[in-house]
């Protein structure tokens, strides 16, 4: 089955800065790939997400890219606000296959006004 | 359209009693899942409905925990005989189908005193 790791576990930045979280699947066959944004308190809310057909995804300050050799993908969150700071998780599934959409740990990212 | 609701929003329970969580997923779902979340922690997958059925019951903890579905719709996760380590926040999500974009309730807090 899949396996989705995810990194870092934490990030702080300054407001304004870049933000880079990073992940890599086990499964070649996997072709769908969503973020979550999750708040304290609240419930995690697709973001963004990305199909095996394309390699980068843009969305005003968010950023999806896929590298399906390296079995990688990364978000982007470009000039960074106060209200970006939550937990994201990444995830993966092969759609069309038998088995249910995988998580990763979740990143913890504070920006620091 | 409504989104995933879920019931209580809060729960306190004395330990060794039974709890019943409520979830009622998009209309048109088909799939359903359950998650646990404890403090500051990731997904934790619990089970995950196809229709009425329960084709992964992998995530559940133990023989105290048990979840149904009918009529396609609403879920209900039971806990019997409730501990202290029950304590989290129970997701609900639900997709069009097991394969695609999951979309997540509120969550039901609960406590085990």
């Known amino acids: 089955g899949e396996n989705v790791e995810q990194h870092p576990s934490t990030l702080s930045v300054q407001e304004g800065d870049s933000a880079v979280i990073k992940c890599t699947y086990s499964?070649?066959?996997?072709?769908?790939f969503p973020w979550y944004k999750q708040e304290l308190g609240k419930r995690p809310q697709l973001i963004i997400d990305?199909?095996?057909?394309?390699g980068e995804k843009k969305d005003q300050r968010i950023a999806v890219t896929l590298n399906k050799t390296a079995k990688h993908f990364s978000l982007h969150i470009t000039e960074t606000q106060p209200e970006d700071s939550a937990v994201y998780f990444c995830?993966?599934?092969?759609?069309?296959?038998?088995?249910?959409?995988?998580f990763g740990k979740g990143t913890k990212l504070t920006v620091n006004p | 359209g409504a989104g995933v609701s879920q019931s209580p929003s809060n729960k306190v329970t004395e330990k060794g009693k039974d709890v019943e969580l409520r979830c009622d997923p998009i209309?048109?779902?088909?799939?359903l899942y359950w998650y646990r979340q404890s403090l500051g922690q990731g997904l934790e997958f619990l089970i995950y409905?196809?229709?009425?059925?329960?084709?992964?019951k992998s995530g559940l903890p133990s023989d105290r925990f048990s979840a149904e579905r009918t009529g396609g719709s609403v879920s209900t996760l039971t806990i019997q005989r409730t501990q202290q380590e029950d304590s989290a926040v129970y997701l609900c999500?639900?997709?069009?189908?097991?394969?695609?974009?999951?979309?997540f309730g509120p969550g039901t807090r609960l406590l085990v005193l």
């Open positions: 999500a639900s997709s069009r189908s097991y394969t695609e974009t999951q979309y």
């Open positions: 499964d070649s066959a996997s072709n769908y």
């Open positions: 990305i199909r095996s057909n394309v």
């Open positions: 995830a993966a599934i092969y759609q069309g296959g038998s088995e249910k959409l995988v």
């Open positions: 209309s048109g779902h088909t799939a």
């Open positions: 409905f196809q229709g009425n059925s329960a084709p992964d």
